[in-house]
C-alpha cells in the first residue's frame, strides 16, 4: 500500500527539542517524498531553525504553534491539566482532528501516554494502552510489551497485549501467524504467578499462535515474536538489556585501550569493531508504539540524536501504511468471535 | 578467620553429576588445604571415580551413599515426598547433622529450595528464603535477590530480602553498609506497584543504607550494592543479562568470521578477545546461594562444568568462613530492635 502520509511532530519534546526534530525532520524528507510533516511547537523558535530550507522541502513542512512544552519530569496529571497548549498536546489533537495520521513526541512517557490516552481514546475491548518496541533476536528481533506503562495488570489486559502484539508483527513485518510467548519464570513447582497461569490459559483458549511459556533468555533466541509481559517485568526487562549492553560495550573499549599493543589492534580491527556497533546500535531500535489507542503515537527516546529520532518518523509513517490500530481492531473482533463460539 | 570447613556435595545433581563434581572436587582439594568434603551419591559409582586419588587428597574426601537422585524435571513436592534418601536430600541432612557446614548441589532449584527450606527450616524473622547471586557492574559487582525462588511478594518479604542481602554483602565482601536499592520502574506518575511502594517506605525506616529506587540498567552501573526485587521480576532480569550476552557474543564470533580479512583480525585480536571472554564469563559467576535458612545451601547451574562447579565450592567455603546465616541473624535482631525503637 502507498499514499502520502502526514506526522504531527511534537517539535519541543525530548532532552535536545527542535534541535533533533527538525534536522531529523529536514533529513526525512529528503529521503521519503511521500512523508509530509507538521512540526508542532514554538513558532517563532521553529521559523529560525526553518530559515534556510529549501523550497522543495519548505512545501512539505509546516509549523503549527504551540505554546507550553511538557517538561520531561513533569507528573503525567500536571501535563494533562495544565499544559493544554503543549506541543506534545497539541501533536496528539492534529492525530484526533484527522489532520494528521500520526504523532511522534520524544517527550516523558508518563505524560504522552496520559494525554494520548485521554485525546485519543482506547481501542473497544482495550482496557489499557501499552507500549510496544521491537528487540534485536537471533535471525531478525522480536516484539515485547508491554514496556512500562501497566504495572498492575490482570489476566485479561496480558491477554489484549497479546492481541495487540500479534497485530502490530502482523501488519509491519508481514508475519503471517506471529509466535506468542508469556514471559515466565521456570524455577518453580507451579510456574510463575496466578496471573500469568491465567492468561496462559487464556491464551491458549484464544486465535492467537500462542507457544507458551517463554523465560529472560528467549527473548533472543528468535524462537517468539510476541513477547507479552506486564509494564513492570517487561521494563525491567528491557533497562536489563541496556544496562549489559553498555557494559560489554564498555569491556570492549577496555579491553582494547589496555596497552599500545591491544589500541594497535583495535585500530586495525576497526571495521570490524564498527560493524558490531551498528549492530547492537540502539538508535536502530529507537520508537516505541503506544498501541490500544484510536491513533497512532511514537515514542522516541528522550536522548534520541537525529539518526535515532528519523527512525522513529519512519515507524509512524509505517504504521500508518499499515493501519495498526484497524488491524488491532479487527484481531480483536475475530477474538471476540471465537470466545463466543461464533 | 580460618580453620577447616567441610562440605557436602550433591555429587549426582546437574546435568553432568559426579563427571563434574568429582573432578571439580578434586582440583579444588589440591587448591585449598583448609577445605575437607564430602561427596553424597550412588557410593559404588563415586568409588569408581576416586579410583586413582592420590593418598593426600583421598584422606581429605569421603563419600557417602545415596541411593536416588532428584531428576532435573522432578517436581519439588515429588522429589519432597519421593526421594527421601537422594543425593540432594542427603547432603542437606550432613549440614542439618552438623557433618557439614555447607553444601553445594546442580540439582534442579525447585527442589533444592523445598529440600533446603523442609530440612534446615528458615531463620527466625524470616518467612521465605530467597535466591541471591553476585552479578558484574562496573568496578566490581552488585548482589541481586530474590532471583526466582518467589513468584509472588509482599512488602514484609522485600524487606527481609534486603536485609539478607545486606549481611550477605557485608559478610561475603566486607561491605560497610551496603548499598541497597529496590528495583522499580520510571515511567509512571506513581512508580511501580504498591507492594514496592510499600516497601520503599519501610525501608526508608529500616536501619539499612537505603538509596531508593532504582532502574534494570541501574544494576550495572556500579553505584548500588544490594538490588531487591520479587523472584519473578530477579529471574527475568537474570535470564535477560544471560540472553543478552549471549546474543553479542554471537554478534562478536559472527563479525570476526564473515571474510578472509575478518578471520585473520580475529586471530590477531585473539588475546584481547580472549581477555574479553574471561570478563564475560558466566563460570566466574557460578554459584548462588538460599539465603535465609539454617544453614548454608548453594546452588551451582545445572550445566556447570568443573571451573563453574570449583566456583560454586568456593563460595560455600567463604560463608562459611564468614558464617553468614548469623549475620543475617544479627542484622534482623537490630532490625527488629530499631522497629520497636529500642
Given at each position: 500500500m502507498s499514499g502520502r502520509v502526514t506526522l504531527a511532530l511534537d517539535?519541543?519534546?525530548?532532552?535536545h527539542g527542535a534541535g533533533v526534530v527538525v534536522p531529523a525532520a529536514l533529513s526525512i524528507l529528503k529521503k521519503r517524498d511521500d512523508i509530509d510533516l507538521i512540526l508542532v511547537g514554538d513558532e517563532q523558535l521553529l521559523a529560525e531553525h526553518l530559515s534556510d530550507v529549501e523550497p522543495a522541502i519548505g512545501d512539505r513542512i509546516r509549523v503549527h504553534h504551540a505554546s507550553q512544552v511538557v517538561g520531561m519530569d513533569e507528573l503525567p496529571s500536571q501535563a494533562l491539566r495544565g499544559?493544554?497548549?503543549?506541543s506534545m498536546r497539541v501533536a496528539i489533537n492534529l492525530v484526533k482532528q484527522g489532520e494528521a495520521q500520526a504523532c511522534v513526541s520524544a517527550g516523558n512517557t508518563g505524560a504522552l501516554m496520559a494525554t494520548a490516552r485521554f485525546v485519543l481514546k482506547t481501542l473497544p475491548g482495550i482496557d489499557r494502552p501499552a507500549i510496544i518496541c521491537p528487540i534485536p533476536a537471533k535471525g531478525g528481533h522480536t516484539h515485547m510489551l508491554?514496556?512500562?506503562?501497566?504495572?498492575d495488570c490482570t489476566a485479561e489486559h496480558l491477554v489484549q497485549f497479546a492481541v495487540m502484539g500479534s497485530a502490530l508483527a502482523n501488519a509491519?513485518?508481514?508475519?503471517d501467524s506471529p509466535r506468542v510467548g508469556l514471559l515466565n519464570i521456570g524455577?518453580?513447582?507451579?510456574?510463575?504467578?496466578e496471573t500469568v497461569r491465567d492468561a496462559s490459559q487464556l491464551l491458549g483458549e484464544s486465535s492467537l499462535n500462542y507457544i507458551g511459556y517463554v523465560e529472560g533468555?528467549?527473548?533472543?533466541?528468535?524462537?517468539?515474536d510476541v513477547v507479552v509481559s506486564d509494564g513492570f517485568v517487561g521494563n525491567v526487562s528491557l533497562k536489563t538489556m541496556e544496562g549489559v549492553a553498555k557494559m560489554i560495550g564498555a569491556y570492549i573499549r577496555e579491553e582494547f585501550s589496555r596497552n599500545l599493543f591491544t589500541k594497535l589492534l583495535g585500530l586495525i580491527a576497526m571495521p570490524v569493531l564498527k560493524a558490531l556497533r551498528r549492530r547492537t546500535d540502539p538508535r536502530r531500535y529507537n520508537g516505541a508504539s503506544l498501541v490500544g489507542l484510536q491513533g497512532i503515537v511514537i515514542k522516541s527516546h528522550g536522548g534520541a540524536d537525529v539518526v535515532a529520532y528519523e527512525n522513529a518518523i519512519r515507524i509512524a509513517a509505517l504504521e500508518v501504511e499499515k493501519d495498526v490500530p484497524a488491524r488491532i481492531s479487527r484481531l480483536l473482533a475475530n477474538e471476540e468471535k471465537e470466545r463466543q463460539g461464533v
Open positions: 517539535s519541543m519534546g525530548g532532552d499544559k493544554k497548549d503543549s508491554d514496556l512500562g506503562a501497566n504495572a509491519v513485518h508481514d508475519m524455577e518453580e513447582e507451579i510456574k510463575g504467578t533468555n528467549d527473548i533472543f533466541s528468535g524462537d517468539v
